[in-house]
């Protein structure tokens, strides 16, 4: 199924009109989509840019590093000046972002981690400002919960992918193949908008991102 979300014309339109600016990013972002190595789509990495920028995090944790297009995007939406760990079980990737993040002079500001992200979540300090969770579908339950109590109250929560290429949205029972991701991720989603301790908006921006605030 290709993605429903919008029409691919608003879609072509809104990836050519959010390109990044010129530079390593956009770059970047060029080799991703030709070596099939996942990355946010320009709008998203618009969104993460901006929410960055918006929210000065001190500190940001990453799930799903894949090349690095992301921290890197957010970092720079923080001005350079937010420390960023970033998790990566896939050693190909991590070593890659890790090329990555010294290209960009950032290495001392994004720290990769390679390993699982269920495992490594626990051991990390507290008081992450700004979380996005961007790795496996159906596991954004379980990595909001592992990352919940690392994040400072006011702190936001931003989960990549909700929409599943419309799928959640779709009346009735999803194909038998994406039927388990998709009650996950719908039970995820009401979730996140029904708990008095968040407040979440659902953007039906790239993927579908879902942006949480943890309040007060
Ligand atoms: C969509 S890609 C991340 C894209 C990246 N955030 C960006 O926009 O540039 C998802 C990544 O999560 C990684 N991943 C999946 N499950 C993981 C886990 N349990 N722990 C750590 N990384 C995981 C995958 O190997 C993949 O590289």
């Known amino acids: 199924m290709d993605n429903q979300i919008t029409y691919p014309y608003i879609e072509e339109y809104l ?15 060029v080799f991703c989509r030709k070596e099939n190595i996942p990355a946010a789509t320009p709008p998203t990495a618009r969104l993460l840019y901006l929410l960055a920028a918006i929210c ?16 890197l995007t957010m970092y720079a939406g923080s001005g350079k000046a937010a420390q960023i760990v970033t998790i990566e079980k896939d050693e190909e990737r991590f070593l ?29 300090e507290p008081g992450f400002d700004m ?15 592992l990352a919940l109590p690392k994040v400072a109250t006011g702190g936001l929560i931003v989960t990549d992918n909700v929409l ?17 991701g998709v009650r996950a991720m719908r039970e995820y989603l009401s979730f996140l908008c029904h708990n008095p301790k968040f407040h979440t908006s659902v953007l039906s921006v790239g993927d ?4 949480t605030l943890i309040r007060k």
């Open 15 to 29: 990836n050519a009109l959010q390109m990044p600016e010129d530079g390593f990013l956009r770059e970047l972002e």
């Open 56 to 71: 000065h995090p001190k500190r940001i944790l990453e799930i799903g590093t894949a090349a690095g297009y992301s921290a």
């Open 96 to 124: 890659l972002a890790r090329q990555n993040f010294r290209r960009f002079d950032a290495i001392d500001k994004i720290k990769p981690i390679c390993g699982d992200a269920e495992e490594i979540i626990e051991s990390l």
């Open 131 to 145: 979380v996005f969770i961007d790795a496996a579908k159906g596991a954004s339950q379980r990595f909001f919960d």
């Open 164 to 180: 599943y290429g419309g799928r959640t949205a779709m009346p009735g029972e999803p194909e038998h193949k994406h039927r388990t």
């Open 208 to 211: 579908g991102v879902a942006v």
